[in-house]
T-cell receptor
């Protein structure tokens, strides 16, 4: 079974600075997706960024980028120019890409990292 | 756009009571999911459905039941509520991954349930 580990329960960053959130995972599969989801106090889960395992290029979305190290099974999230609105819980998640119906339904989440942004 | 709609947003139950958490999506998604989120934890999959009439167990299905009579609706039933079911419940949906790179999950805003 796949597992996702986020070793930082809490992180803090100064506004406008850069912060990196860590995520490692364990799987025997070669093809999969990785995600970072943001959960603000409103509870709504918001997709921040995703990475396909077969792509070597790291995904970027505006101020958000990832460092995907497939061999090390590491998937960290870098937030540049941090803003007050970035404060939230961040969840790393794994999803299989098995090409059979019912094979990729399981999105496995880490326990989350609470990010505080200080003005 | 409504997206994924969950009702109710909050509910308090007494031990042994039953209730149904409602979930509806208007995006014509085949896949639907129920997750629970305990304090300080990530989301755990309770049940999922890959289409109308098809459901299957996730990681933590005990104490719950689901049905999927239509593409739009995926209700979650708690038959005999227990304190261990106190949690925040999220419904989510997505296109079938067989249709391409539509693996993004759309989440509802959650239902906070307390069993006392």
């Amino acid at each position: 079974a796949q597992t996702v580990t986020q070793s930082q329960p809490e992180m803090s960053v100064q506004e406008a600075e850069t912060v990196t959130l860590s995520c490692t995972y364990d799987t025997s599969e070669s093809d999969y997706y990785l995600f970072w989801y943001k959960q603000p106090p409103s509870r709504q889960m918001i997709l921040v960024i995703r990475q396909e395992a077969y792509k070597q290029q790291n995904a970027t979305e505006n101020r958000f980028s990832v460092n995907f190290q497939k061999a090390a099974k590491s998937f960290s999230l870098k937030i540049s120019d941090s803003q007050l609105g970035d404060a939230a819980m961040y969840f790393c998640a794994y999803r299989s890409h098995l090409q059979t119906q019912g094979g990729s339904e399981k999105l496995v989440f880490g326990k989350g990292t609470k990010l505080t942004v200080n003005p | 756009n409504a997206g994924v709609t969950q009702t109710p947003k909050f509910r308090i139950l007494k031990i042994g009571q039953s209730m149904t958490l409602q979930c509806a999506q208007d995006m014509n998604h085949n896949y639907m999911y129920w997750y629970r989120q305990d304090p300080g934890m990530g989301l755990k999959l309770i049940y999922y459905s890959v289409g109308a009439g098809i459901t299957d167990k996730g990681e933590v299905p005990n104490g719950y039941n689901v049905s999927r009579s239509t593409t739009e609706d995926f209700p979650l039933r708690l038959e005999l509520a227990a304190p261990s079911q106190t949690s925040v419940y999220f419904c989510a949906s997505s296109h079938s991954p067989l249709q391409g790179t539509q693996e993004k999950l759309f989440f509802g805003s959650g239902t906070q349930l307390s069993v006392l």
